[in-house]
């Protein structure tokens, strides 16, 4: 339980962080411009998408599977777009276009792999 605990911290940051980095090069410009206030609204905004991406995507997932077979995959990134979209509506004083959110979706995706791989050579380096 403390394991799952640490990794959804680790997400969480990590995720925080490419949103800044994501509203920062794709934003609409209408970010907070105080450093203090802006570091809670990014651990918000990150927390917001770390549980949209546990509790809603795999509804989505499901939902739009025809469309996901159909394009044969690539409608995920679709799906990536729109759960950060949410994620920055939900959070106040941030806001991105949807094709920007699909970029972003992209780039919070492949930190969120390299974060999974990274903890999967944890676990079989604990193993051995």
Same mark, same amino acid.
């Given at each position: 339980? /403390? /394991?799952?605990?640490?990794?959804?911290?680790?997400?969480?940051?990590?995720?925080?962080?490419?949103?800044?980095?994501?509203? /920062? &090069? $794709?934003? %609409?410009?209408?970010?907070?411009?105080?450093?203090?206030?802006?570091?809670?609204?990014?651990?918000?905004?990150?927390?917001?998408?770390? $549980?949209?991406? %546990?509790?809603? /995507?795999?509804?989505?997932?499901?939902?739009?599977?025809?469309?996901?077979?159909?394009?044969?995959?690539?409608?995920?990134?679709?799906?990536?777009?729109?759960?950060?979209?949410?994620?920055?509506?939900? %959070?106040?004083?941030?806001?991105?276009?949807?094709?920007?959110?699909?970029?972003?979706?992209?780039? &919070?995706?492949?930190?969120?792999?390299?974060?999974?791989?990274?903890?999967?050579?944890?676990?079989?380096?604990?193993?051995?």
């Amino acid at each position: 339980m /403390r /394991r799952q605990f640490a990794v959804f911290v680790v997400r969480w940051i990590l995720n925080s962080f490419g949103l800044w980095v994501a509203v /920062r &090069l $794709l934003g %609409t410009g209408e970010a907070v411009s105080h450093a203090d206030e802006s570091v809670g609204i990014f651990l918000l905004a990150g927390l917001v998408f770390s $549980l949209l991406n %546990t509790v809603v /995507r795999p509804v989505i997932i499901i939902l739009s599977l025809p469309a996901i077979l159909l394009s044969l995959g690539l409608f995920i990134i679709v799906v990536n777009g729109l759960m950060v979209w949410m994620a920055l509506q939900m %959070t106040p004083g941030l806001s991105m276009t949807f094709l920007n959110s699909i970029f972003a979706g992209m780039f &919070l995706s492949l930190i969120n792999y390299i974060v999974s791989s990274a903890l999967e050579l944890q676990v079989i380096k604990e193993k051995e």
